[in-house]
């Protein structure tokens, strides 16, 4: 009898324990259910307050909250892209646009044509997707001495050419003096073989004296090949340098060639951007609207790297047409990592002005025949005339100065710089009628004293005489030379917004700070400057909801 009790009370008690357990698995689960739910990301709030109402009212109904917690489950809809599968003629026209250099229309037009030259072996025309591309934009040829990066072709015929019809190469080079001798081979349209001659000129874009002169190092070049008198009539599509004749090449440039009817007064260019952390988007809204009011007709930026803010600027003036935006990298070895680029760039001043080089002198090619002038500006410059309001009239001025001087062109008209630097304001204060976000129109404190001349200057340039560009005066000319009208500071001056001198003028800048005068130059752009630059960046939300 003893032993069937304890037998009882062991199954009660086993029992009671199973039965508590269910309910702490249960209890234990309901409370998962409802953590996870309350640890939701912010992106699905929505329907995380869905299923905790299903499951407040599961505590009410529990026979009909299952159901509904999974209809709501089946029903839901992620946001997806459904944007249409684009076309072929679409994406070759997206390509083009981000790369103008490569040929890829005429490539696809004549990609099923047996094109080449005398035989199946020789100069055959190349596919796009087996020339040897290098950091997105660059095309390769590795020759016997050295390797060449190309950039851009260009169509000359300007009057003052001695050659004739050309078509000039920009690229880097890693050699100095380079003495290989090289093949371009034109493709015409309607023509299936190419046209070959052989590389006339590579001409070096930077002084020896100026460091960085040795083997190894890439250094910038304007190759030069001239078109055979049979085809001087003719504009080549595409352009490739090779070693031999018959050589397949691994590079094929598309040739630019871009003829208004019109030419227009000013282009601006400005060199690749590299400011991934500064957010400089409501100096650079001034700075463009400012060149507006002055007469520059389009403003042409390569970019590196900037902050997304600068971006929105960028893209908002390229939608007004305004501006023209190209991507760019660095060629070769070089870093194109953002953040160790910047870096690079910083530490290898030589190697970051020789790369500048490119850009440059690409918008001056692209635009040889669009502006009667060009100015390299950074955007912290402004050339401002001084006694007239525009460009156009200071330029109208500037020649007949010049002419009285010497009758002929010049192939560049410089202006002096002087420094209107950050701190000089201090002791003045803010102008109470300025927005202290207009830079440059509240700084109208400058230093005394110009640099010296032909020192840290910035030209308008002659797109007709020159030949290669660099940041401060042209390095080669067609005609008579790289002759420059020095425009007197009566007439204009280079104001340079900066927070101090220049490293090589470290020295004397305690002089050009300690002896400041008053310049309201700018002010007569005032009013209507303030009004466009806030209506810009109103347009692009920099102020909120502005009740």
């Known amino acids: 009898m003893i032993g069937k009790r304890i037998m009882k009370a062991i199954q009660k008690g086993l029992c009671f324990v199973l039965l508590w357990g269910i309910f702490v698995l249960a209890f234990l689960h309901f409370r998962d259910h409802k953590f996870r739910g309350l640890m939701r990301s912010p992106n699905d709030a929505v329907n995380s307050r869905l299923l905790l109402e299903q499951d407040v009212r599961s505590d009410a ?83 016997s001495n050295g390797t060449f990066y190309l950039y851009g072709a260009y169509y000359d015929v300007r009057k003052l050419s001695r050659i004739g019809p050309a078509v000039r190469i920009l690229g880097m080079l890693n050699r100095i003096e380079p003495k290989m001798v090289t093949h371009c081979q034109f493709w015409f349209e309607n023509e299936k ?53 018959c050589d397949v090449a691994t590079n094929n440039l598309r040739v630019i060639y871009n003829r208004p009817s019109k030419k227009k007064g000013f282009g601006v260019c400005v060199k690749g951007l590299d400011f991934i952390h500064e957010d400089l988007s409501v100096r650079l809204v001034e700075w463009i609207e400012l060149l507006g009011i002055l007469g520059a007709d389009k403003i042409f930026f390569y970019e590196l790297q900037v902050h997304p803010n600068v971006s929105r600027v960028l893209n908002y003036y390229k939608s007004k047409g305004r501006v023209h935006v190209t991507p760019l990298t660095l060629p070769g070895g070089q870093p194109n990592l953002p953040v160790f680029q910047h870096l690079y760039l910083t530490k290898k001043v030589n190697y970051k002005r020789q790369n500048e080089l490119i850009p440059y002198n690409d918008c001056l090619y692209k635009n040889l025949y669009t502006y009667e002038y060009i100015a390299l500006l950074d955007i912290d410059e402004v050339i401002m005339p001084v006694k007239r309001r525009t460009w156009r009239e200071l330029m109208d001025d500037v020649m007949v100065k010049a002419l009285k001087i010497k009758n002929e062109t010049r192939a560049s008209y410089n202006v002096r710089n002087v420094y209107f630097l950050d701190d000089l304001i201090h002791s003045h204060g803010w102008f109470k009628d300025i927005p202290r976000y207009m830079h440059m129109s509240q700084h109208v404190y400058r230093s005394k004293n110009f640099t010296k001349p032909n020192q840290y200057v910035k030209c ?61 130059t700018i002010w007569k752009y005032k009013d209507e400057l303030i009004a466009k630059t806030f209506e810009t960046l109103k347009v692009l939300g920099f102020f909120g909801e502005i009740t």
Not at 195 to 223: C, R, S, T
């Open 460 to 520: 308008f340039h002659n797109p007709e005489r020159a030949l290669t560009l660099h940041n401060h005066f042209p390095l080669a000319c067609l005609s008579q030379g790289c002759t420059s009208y020095a425009v007197e500071t009566s007439d204009a001056q280079l104001q340079h917004y900066r927070a101090d001198c220049v490293n090589s003028l470290k020295k004397t800048c305690t002089e050009y700070r300690s002896n400041s005068v008053a310049d309201t």
């Open 193 to 245: 073989e190419p046209v070959v001659n052989k590389v006339m000129e590579y001409k070096y874009v930077w002084y020896k004296k100026w460091g960085n002169y040795k083997q190894g190092i890439l250094q910038p070049y304007l190759i030069t090949c001239q078109i055979p008198a049979s085809h001087h009539k003719k504009v080549p599509a595409s352009v490739s340098i090779v070693e031999k004749i």
């Open 61 to 143: 109904s529990a026979g009909s909250s299952s159901t509904q917690h999974l209809n709501i489950l089946l029903n839901l809809e992620p946001t997806v892209d459904k944007t249409p599968k684009q076309s072929e003629a679409s994406l070759i026209a997206q390509i083009e646009e981000r790369f103008p250099s490569l040929p890829i229309v005429y490539w696809n037009k004549h990609k099923n044509k047996p094109m080449f030259y005398k035989n199946d072996n020789c100069a055959k025309f190349p596919s796009i997707y087996e020339l040897e591309f290098n950091n997105i934009y660059w095309q390769t040829l590795h020759s």
